[in-house]
């Protein structure tokens, strides 16, 4: 195969060098013949001076212009080269995931940069948030079906990422239907997903470590509260657990029902109460009626989606911070979490230190932790490392 040549301008070629897999719009040569290439399509990146950057995809109308898939010069990216990626990718997962519920391609940091997938056994949930990666989509079905053989792969190409690519955002449906709502085993219980509909995929395996890490300090807990609870995560671990009574709080009822459905399927429905609320309103009532928990979660949705968020963001983060460690008892435990990659940790410790403090707590962290080890971090591409958590135990 041969590709299209796309040249940076003078001095923008370092970071790339670098390792970095994202080329930007104002370091490319925009003439003619770039501007002309179809969306998507895959080229060769060089220096000014001539030197060799790797092979990737280009997408002239985008900010990320560029995103570089190898820095080998390879004579062809199709489906024999899609399936080695996956199945190195695959081999990993098996080393750290004992059963086949987990994230199976992380994007760059797999070397699929635009690509989601996450596996539910027999079923794999795909988003292709690249034009890039929208152009190779029937070479990576292929390469899918020849490394997993699926019996379904749901495409969740329906993210606000697609637009910004000026893609269409669509849900699809290959292969035989898939069980409503979709069981998800994780942590010895079995969850329920919503792979068609529900947030993302459907299920946010990242959390897979920290609800056992939160659990292990459930099993004598007299009440735990877990806000933005999703489809229970958290709620039925700390139940598993042995926590006495846990208390679920989200906005949205369809994942509130996958929740209880699950709650109901591993026989904890008696130690759970899963509500429809606005969070922060929610607070504002147990806060006024001087409710206290022994494990308080907060694992709210992005505060900071852009750069521009960040202060507003912050504020955010400080605020639930305060009414989150307002219901935490004395002696107990509050676990935070920001899956903002804009929202770095310094920042986000600054900003749960400053909400201790506004509610005049105390504390000390216990943990800092990260997403599971199957969403792996580019070492080049901080952004990668979006979500981070903190356990603290609140002694004041």
């Known amino acids: 195969m041969t590709f299209p040549i796309i040249r940076l301008h003078p001095q923008k ?70 399936a080695t990626r996956i199945e190195n990718a695959l081999r990993l997962r098996e080393h750290l995931v004992s059963e086949p519920f987990y994230r199976l391609i992380h994007a760059e940091a797999d070397g699929l940069p635009g690509l989601i997938v996450d596996r539910f056994d027999d079923a794999l949930c795909v988003q292709m948030n690249t034009a890039g990666m929208d152009a190779l989509s029937p070479a990576l079905e292929s390469a899918l079906r020849r490394v997993l053989k699926p019996r379904s792969l749901i495409l969740r190409n329906d993210s606000f990422a697609r637009e910004i690519e000026g893609l269409p955002r669509e849900t699809k449906l290959i292969g035989e239907e898939i069980p409503t709502p979709t069981p998800v085993r994780q942590n010895h219980l079995t969850y329920f997903a919503d792979l068609r509909g529900g947030q993302k995929t459907g299920w946010y395996f990242d959390q897979r470590d920290n609800h056992a890490l939160v659990a292990a300090y459930a099993k004598k807990a ?38 209880r459905q ?38 709210p ?35 935070i979490a920001s899956c903002s990659h804009n929202m770095e940790l310094p920042n986000f410790i600054e900003q749960v230190a400053a909400g201790l403090n506004d509610a005049k707590r105390t504390g000390k962290i216990l943990h800092t932790s990260f997403a599971a080890a199957d969403h792996p971090t580019h070492p080049n591409l901080p952004e990668s490392a979006y979500l981070k958590g903190l356990l603290l135990f609140l002694a004041e």
């Open 262 to 299: 699950a709650a109901e399927f591993n026989g904890l429905a008696a130690r759970c109460d899963f509500q429809r609320a606005d969070v922060f309103e929610d607070l504002e009532k147990r806060i006024a009626a001087k409710e206290r928990h022994q494990i308080v979660i907060a694992d």
């Open 301 to 335: 949705p992005a505060f900071v989606k852009s750069r521009k968020d960040v202060a507003s963001g912050s504020r955010a983060y400080r605020k639930l911070a305060k009414m989150a460690a307002s219901v935490t008892k004395k002696n107990g435990f509050l676990f």
């Open 13 to 82: 070629h370092r970071r790339v060098q670098g390792g970095h897999p994202w080329v930007y719009s104002n370091e490319i040569v925009m003439d003619g013949a770039a501007k002309a290439l179809p969306r998507g399509s895959l080229a060769a990146f060089y220096a000014h001076d001539q030197k060799f950057l790797g092979i990737g995809s280009f997408n002239a109308n985008c900010l990320i212009a560029g995103r570089i898939f190898t820095p080998h010069l390879v004579e062809e990216i199709g489906e024999d080269w899609l």
């Open 222 to 259: 007299d009440s735990v509260l877990d806000l933005y609870t999703h489809a229970g995560g958290f709620a039925l671990a700390a139940a598993k657990a042995g926590a006495e009574k846990v208390i679920g709080v989200d906005s949205s009822e369809p994942a509130l029902a996958l929740a």
